[in-house]
C-alpha cells in the first residue's frame, strides 16, 4: 500500500512539472522523500525541480543524501554536474557528466551539459564532438542544434552554422531558438528583409516570444528607428527581465542615441544579471564615460582588463580617457598596441597621429594622417591633423 501511495504522488509531481507548476511539484516531493528518504527516484526528482528553481545549494544537499548511502545512478551524477555549473565548478562538473555518460552514453541532456561545461573550459573542439553525436541520438531535439550553431558563428563557421539550423528546422519547425538564430546569421549577413521575417515569424507563432521582440529590435536598429529597436527590446526585458544580453543590447542602443544615464541603467542590469561578462562590464565602463563619470568608468575599464587583457574596446576606451585627461604618453602607447592587432581601427589611427601632432612629431603625424587620407580622402580629422602640423612646421621656421 505505501509503495502505491508513493508511486501516485510521483505521478502527481510529474504532472506538476509537465503543467510548469514547480512549487507545487517541490511541495508534493519535498513530502514523499520526508515520507521514503531511501527512494532515488523522488529524491533526483525532487533535486531536479530544485535546480530549475534557481535553488542549487538545496539540491546539493538532497544529491549529497543519495550519494552517502551509496545509491546515485547516472541520473545523480547528471544532475550533480548540473549544481557544479550553476557553481561554477566546470572541471567538477564535467567528472560528473563524464560519470553519468559511462552509465548511459546517449542520455542527450548529458552530452548537452558537458558540451556547455566543455565551451566554459575553453574546449569548443570537444563540445562540438559532444552535440554532434546528441544530434545523432535525437534529431527532434533543438537544443543541441542551437549549441552547436552558436559554437560555429563563435569560431567564424557561418555559413556551416546555418546548415545546422536549416537541419535542426526540418524537425523542430516552429522552434524560436532556431528560428532566432536563422534570423541572427541573416542580419550578420546583411540580409535584412530575411531576418525581419523570421523574426516576425517567431512573433505570429508566439505574440509574447522575447526573442522575437529582441530580433525585431536588432532590425529596427539596422533600418535607423532607434527609438522603435528600444521599444522593442524594453518588451523583450519585460517579458525576461533575466536575460542579460537583452538589457546589455538597451544599453548598447540607448548609448547610440545620447542616453547615458538610460544606458547605465541597463548595463548595471546586465552586469547584474551575468557578472563575470566582460562585454557587459565594458558596456558599463563606456556608459560611464559617456555620463562624466570618468573614475568610475576607468575603474571598471581597470577591471575588465585585469581578467581579459586584450579586452580591444576596453583598451579604446582607456586610451581616450587617457586622452581626455592629457595622459598623452599612456594614450598613444594603447593606441600604438591597439594598431598592431587592429591596423584599421580609424579611432586609434586619427588620435594617435593627433597625440603625435601635439608632441611635435611631426613627420610621423603627417605621414599617418597621409596614410589615412589615402584610404578615405575625405576625412575631415585627418585633414584637421595636416593643418596642425602645417601651423606647428610654420611656428617652427
Avoid at 78 to 98: D, Q, S
Wanted: with cysteine; net charge negative.
Amino acid at each position: 500500500m505505501a509503495q502505491w501511495e508513493g508511486a501516485r504522488e510521483y505521478k502527481r509531481a510529474l504532472i506538476f512539472i509537465k503543467s510548469g507548476d514547480l512549487e507545487r511539484a517541490q511541495e508534493v516531493l519535498e513530502e514523499l522523500v520526508s515520507r521514503s528518504p531511501g527512494s532515488v527516484k523522488a529524491s533526483n526528482k525532487l533535486a531536479f525541480v530544485l535546480i530549475e528553481r534557481g535553488k542549487p545549494e538545496r539540491a546539493s544537499e538532497i544529491l549529497q543524501g543519495v550519494r552517502s548511502r551509496g545509491q546515485q545512478d547516472f541520473y545523480t551524477h547528471y544532475l550533480t554536474g548540473r549544481v557544479h555549473i550553476t557553481a561554477k565548478m566546470t572541471r567538477e562538473a564535467i567528472a560528473e557528466f563524464t560519470t553519468a555518460l559511462s552509465l548511459n552514453p546517449r542520455d542527450v541532456y548529458t552530452l548537452n551539459g558537458i558540451a556547455q561545461a566543455l565551451l566554459v573550459e575553453g574546449d569548443a573542439e570537444r563540445a562540438e564532438k559532444f552535440l554532434r553525436k546528441a544530434i545523432e541520438i535525437n534529431a527532434k531535439d533543438p537544443t543541441a542544434y542551437v549549441s552547436l550553431a552558436n559554437i560555429l558563428l563563435s569560431r567564424k563557421r557561418t555559413d556551416e552554422a546555418l546548415g545546422i539550423v536549416r537541419e535542426g528546422l526540418s524537425g523542430c519547425e516552429r522552434d524560436a531558438s532556431l528560428t532566432f538564430l536563422e534570423g541572427r546569421i541573416s542580419l550578420q549577413n546583411s540580409d535584412l528583409p530575411h531576418a525581419a521575417a523570421r523574426f516576425d515569424e517567431i512573433l505570429r507563432w508566439y505574440p509574447q516570444s522575447p526573442l522575437g521582440h529582441l530580433g525585431r529590435g536588432w532590425v529596427h536598429e539596422k533600418e535607423g528607428d532607434l527609438s522603435q529597436a528600444i521599444q522593442m527590446l524594453e518588451r523583450a526585458a519585460q517579458l525576461e527581465p533575466g536575460h542579460s544580453i537583452t538589457w546589455a543590447e538597451l544599453g548598447r542602443i540607448r548609448l547610440q542615441r545620447g542616453e547615458a544615464a538610460d544606458s547605465m541603467i541597463a548595463y548595471e542590469k546586465a552586469t547584474a544579471i551575468e557578472p563575470d561578462s566582460c562585454d557587459h562590464a565594458s558596456g558599463l565602463a563606456q556608459a560611464c564615460y559617456h555620463r562624466g563619470h570618468i573614475i568610475r568608468a576607468w575603474r571598471g575599464a581597470e577591471q575588465v582588463l585585469a581578467r581579459y587583457p586584450d579586452h580591444r574596446q576596453t583598451r579604446l576606451l582607456k586610451a581616450l580617457i587617457s586622452l581626455d585627461e592629457d595622459w598623452l604618453d599612456q594614450a598613444a602607447r594603447i593606441f600604438e598596441e591597439l594598431l598592431l592587432v587592429d591596423r584599421d581601427n580609424r579611432l586609434a589611427t586619427l588620435a594617435l597621429a593627433e597625440i603625435r601632432a601635439q608632441r611635435k612629431d611631426l613627420d610621423s603625424a603627417e605621414d599617418q594622417a597621409q596614410e589615412f587620407l589615402s584610404r578615405d580622402p575625405g576625412c575631415l580629422q585627418a585633414l584637421l591633423v595636416l593643418s596642425l602640423v602645417g601651423l606647428s612646421r610654420g611656428h617652427r621656421e
